[in-house]
């Protein structure tokens, strides 16, 4: 009879896990989410969503308020958690064991014997951040074709247009990637009221998003630093969407089931697109901010590349297009972001024509 492998799931959001981290049997992906938030004050995030959402593998992302109350719940111990001091003599003496495992390996092992070394370290969620990066329903087409009926609402305003640049002194200056301010002052001429009303509302809650890029924390040159590192930046566009979603009047409209669809199967679409404006063709970097505002972490893309060819060149393709097309303007991000938001064909909408 053949034998049947048993994979050991994550409590807290079903994924595959790990091993045992802070008390609890989770995946990678919970261990680093409870590392970094469980020593912050018990009101320090608020649910959207009454306190009623259904943490899994895709929804984990949402709501950070419930996803720590399950960490909890299921027994993770904060008192667990390594200090900053304790962290970095761990970290050296893994680095220490890695180069001496190295160095053996080089006598002993061939080439693809190498490929595997430390892979099951890794404390991002490697295989489901490849299945996002790959699997994604926004296609060149759709891209241009949305940017384009934006453009044909928009083009008649470009003279309202108030170009604004402020210089920046602070280290990543290095890096030409400044937030440019480009507000609409005046739609009376183009739109009725009710238009003007919704996207004035809109671009008044899309300044969640307007993050400063402060001097530079860190530099991710390698893999895994590059793949932490979006992960994290991620996760904090999936908290604004759902924050600035929940400004949204017509968003409010429709049902909860609704929004919570809306924003469950158009997150990572949303989150595509906001990364973009953080993006460097000249020196294919991208600088996300740092879970501390002023500062930021700038990733090279070239580290991807390493080790996952194919993500790389999807990554890059999609950046590198939408910015040769549309060089980054934040305003049109914003309204592709409401396009992205409100699509009717998202699976399990109950009211697609309110949506619509």
């Known amino acids: 009879m053949a034998s049947t492998e048993v994979i050991k799931k994550c409590v807290v959001c079903d994924d595959k896990a790990s091993g045992f981290n802070f008390n609890v049997l989770t995946c990678g992906s919970c261990k680093a989410f409870f590392r970094r938030n469980a020593l912050k004050d018990e009101n320090h995030f608020k649910c959207p969503f009454e306190g009623k959402c259904d943490l899994n593998l895709i929804t984990r992302k949402f709501c950070q308020k419930c996803r720590l109350n399950k960490c909890f719940e299921v027994g993770m111990k904060k008192d667990l958690i390594l200090s900053e001091r304790e962290l970095e003599l761990r970290s050296k003496r893994r680095a220490e064991k890695k180069m001496k495992s190295k160095l053996n390996s080089q006598k002993k092992m061939t080439t693809d014997d190498k490929s595997t070394t430390d892979s099951g370290n890794s404390s991002v969620d490697s295989d489901f951040m490849t299945q996002i990066f790959l699997d994604t329903s926004i296609s060149d087409e759709k891209i241009k074709a949305q940017i384009i009926d934006i453009e044909n609402s928009v083009d008649a305003t470009k003279k309202t247009i108030v170009w604004t640049h402020k210089p920046s002194t602070s280290k990543v200056s290095e890096f030409p990637i400044i937030p440019i301010v480009r507000p609409i002052t005046d739609y009376n001429n183009n739109f009725n009221a009710i238009e003007s009303n919704r996207l004035t509302e809109l671009l008044s809650a899309s300044h969640i998003f307007k993050m400063p890029y402060g001097s530079v924390k860190s530099v991710a040159n390698t893999y895994l630093d590059a793949m932490e590192a979006i992960a994290e930046h991620m996760e904090q566009v999936i908290d604004k969407l759902v924050s600035m979603s929940k400004r949204l009047t017509l968003f409010n409209a429709v049902c909860v089931s609704d929004q919570i669809a ?41 580290a991807i590349n390493q080790e996952k060819q194919y993500l ?40 697609r024509t309110l949506v619509k």
């Open 262 to 302: 809306l924003i469950k199967y158009g997150s990572i679409e949303m989150v595509y697109l906001r990364q973009i404006i953080g993006y460097n063709a000249d020196t294919n970097q991208l600088v996300v901010p740092d879970e501390d505002p002023t500062q930021s972490v700038v990733v090279y893309l070239d």
């Open 312 to 351: 790389y060149k999807a990554f890059v393709k999609y950046f590198q297009e939408f910015v040769r097309e549309w060089d980054c303007d934040e305003t049109i991000v914003d309204l592709l972001t409401a396009i992205i938001l409100f699509d009717p064909n998202r699976p399990g909408l109950q009211h």
